[in-house]
């Protein structure tokens, strides 16, 4: 079994910031593109930033210039650093894994964290 634990959200006030990580554990052996979603209160889920294996990244319009996505390989952990937060960022922040491989042959694919609410005030 696979898991991806995210940590780091909080309370904020505007102009603040916070660093988002999400670590995936359980004999990993690989972990494609991953990324962070967010889902507002009575709003659909959205793409924030995501980042390749290689470090290629694509960040949505919304946050572009605020926040920045990097992730570890090594230590299969993925970080978003939140800057100028705005309150319209409040929202539940989800990790995700296009795919997971382990070191027992398994394969986790379209993989989501239980996510991390994030509040900024106003």
Same mark, same amino acid.
């Given at each position: +079994?696979? +898991?991806?634990?995210?940590?780091?959200?909080?309370? @904020?006030? =505007?102009?603040?910031?916070?660093?988002?990580? &999400?670590?995936?554990?359980?004999?990993?052996?690989?972990?494609?593109?991953?990324?962070?979603?967010?889902?507002?209160?009575?709003?659909?889920?959205?793409?924030?930033?995501?980042?390749?294996?290689?470090?290629?990244?694509? @960040?949505?319009?919304?946050?572009?210039?605020?926040?920045?996505?990097?992730?570890?390989?090594?230590?299969?952990?993925?970080?978003?650093?939140?800057?100028?937060?705005?309150?319209?960022?409040?929202? @539940?922040?989800? &990790?995700? =894994?296009?795919?997971?491989? %382990? %070191? %027992?042959?398994?394969?986790? =694919?379209?993989?989501?964290? !239980?996510? %991390? !609410?994030?509040? @900024?005030?106003?």
């Amino acid at each position: +079994q696979v +898991q991806l634990m995210e940590s780091g959200g909080g309370l @904020v006030q =505007a102009g603040g910031s916070l660093r988002l990580s &999400c670590a995936a554990s359980g004999r990993i052996l690989s972990i494609t593109a991953m990324g962070w979603y967010r889902q507002a209160p009575g709003k659909q889920r959205e793409l924030v930033a995501t980042i390749t294996s290689g470090g290629s990244t694509n @960040v949505a319009d919304s946050v572009k210039g605020r926040f920045t996505i990097s992730r570890d390989n090594a230590k299969n952990t993925v970080y978003l650093q939140m800057n100028s937060l705005k309150p319209e960022d409040t929202a @539940v922040y989800f &990790c995700h =894994a296009d795919l997971i491989r %382990t %070191t %027992t042959g398994g394969r986790w =694919a379209d993989y989501w964290g !239980q996510g %991390t !609410q994030v509040t @900024v005030s106003s």
